[in-house]
């Protein structure tokens, strides 16, 4: 039974670039947050896709985008990258419904230049 | 908005020591989950706490969450080397499954 997997594992980018990142959920799971983690803090979290609609935002500028297709899996797209975006980005999965628990992705580390 | 505070940031302990993180919300929460991520690693759920005065235990791990439903502790008895990590809380205030993390406390335990 596979987990989350997520793509690419390492990424890097120059300023002003476009980036996407990808997500497949565990299976029977159709419920993907996407979250940012600095070096050091927790996750932060951008955004939450069910039924292929984003569900909850957090505070993230609209630079930040995403999807979620039929098949449950997600994107992440970052457009004009900035230093700032330089971190860790984790998928995390869950069934539907409140609390469940999350289960994350590996993560995917992007370095902006 | 809401904010989950975490303390300590790091936590020294000899193996065979306790060691507890507090974790503090600025809203009331419908639920806190905990997580922890090894170094290089991802969050990995432990438990979620959903009752007011609710204590859960697994082996050596206690976690309780406050009568007021706004703080939430993890205590761990004995500590082992396999227990190096940085422990997560993550707190949902709102109806979606939306959660706030803390920033997390480190835990290197000597052997």
């Known amino acids: 039974d596979a987990g989350v997997t997520q793509s690419p594992t390492h990424l890097i980018k120059t300023r002003g670039q476009q980036v996407t990142l990808r997500c497949s959920p565990k299976s029977g799971h159709d419920t993907v947050s996407w979250y940012q983690q600095a070096l050091g803090q927790g996750p932060q979290f951008i955004f939450q896709?069910?039924?292929?609609?984003?569900?909850q935002r957090g505070n993230f500028p609209d630079r930040f985008s995403g999807h979620q297709f039929p098949n449950y899996s997600s994107e992440l797209n970052v457009n004009a990258l900035l230093l700032g975006d330089s971190a860790l980005y984790l998928c995390a999965s869950s069934r539907t419904g409140v609390g469940q628990p999350q289960h994350f992705g590996d993560g995917t580390r992007l370095s902006i230049l | 908005g809401q904010q989950v505070m975490q303390i300590p940031q790091y936590q020294h302990v000899q193996e065979g020591e306790d060691f507890t993180t507090y974790c503090n919300s600025s809203?009331?929460?419908?639920?806190i989950q905990w997580y922890k991520q090894r170094p290089g690693g991802h969050p990995v759920f432990l438990i979620q706490l959903v009752k007011s005065g609710e204590v859960k235990k697994q082996k050596r791990l206690t976690f309780q969450f406050g009568e007021a439903k706004k703080n939430s502790s993890l205590h761990i008895t004995a500590t082992q080397t396999t227990d190096v990590g940085t422990y997560f809380c993550a707190g949902r205030s709102d109806n979606f499954n939306k959660f706030y993390f803390g920033s997390g406390t480190k835990l290197n335990v000597k052997p």
């Open positions: 809203t009331t929460l419908s639920n």
């Open positions: 896709y069910y039924e292929e609609e984003e569900r």
